[in-house]
């Protein structure tokens, strides 16, 4: 079960999701849809006392660390693992360093492959239902497959 969109996040948590997120982003080069993914976020986190945005990797401190801090808490693991899938295919595309990053991070943050595989199942529904506003199923069937 992930954390729920009411749950209110600590400055912590926060920074933890920058860290994993940004070593996700920079392992092919940051493109302009995952900087703003990721600043949308961090911006509209609500949480006090966070540092100036910043996109540097290792700016909020070390992911491996940070996410094997996260596995006594499922619920935050799971969503560390979704915002890392979220921030690999906001230019489209998951790649393969990406992919295997981000498994390292689970398997870090305390989930099973299992687990997950159905995590990232979940952001490849989310997207592809994003895609509902597209003119045709040609369409829609077109862009899943690059998924």
């Known amino acids: 079960m992930?954390?729920?969109q009411g749950d209110v996040m600590t400055r912590h948590q926060v920074l933890?999701?920058?860290a994993c997120m940004l070593s996700t982003a920079h392992v092919d080069g940051v493109t302009p849809?995952?900087?703003?993914l990721m600043k949308t976020f961090y911006e509209q986190s609500g949480v006090a006392?966070?540092?100036p945005f910043a996109d540097d990797e290792g700016a909020y401190g070390d992911h491996g660390a940070l996410?094997?801090?996260s596995a006594s808490?499922?619920?935050f693991a799971e969503q560390l693992?979704?915002?890392s899938f979220m921030t690999a295919y906001a230019d489209g595309h998951l790649s393969d360093g990406e992919r295997a990053h981000v498994l390292a991070i689970a398997a870090k943050a305390g989930l099973s492959d299992a687990r997950t595989n159905e995590l990232l199942l979940h952001v490849k529904d989310t997207l592809i239902g994003s895609l509902a506003m597209l003119p045709d199923a040609e369409s829609?069937?077109?862009?899943?497959k690059g998924l």
Do not use: K, N
């Open 2 to 4: 992930t954390m729920d």
């Open 16 to 18: 933890t999701l920058m």
């Open 33 to 36: 849809q995952e900087l703003a």
């Open 49 to 51: 006392g966070l540092p």
């Open 67 to 69: 996410a094997a801090q």
């Open 73 to 75: 808490d499922v619920g």
């Open 81 to 83: 693992v979704l915002m």
């Open 140 to 144: 829609v069937a077109q862009v899943a």
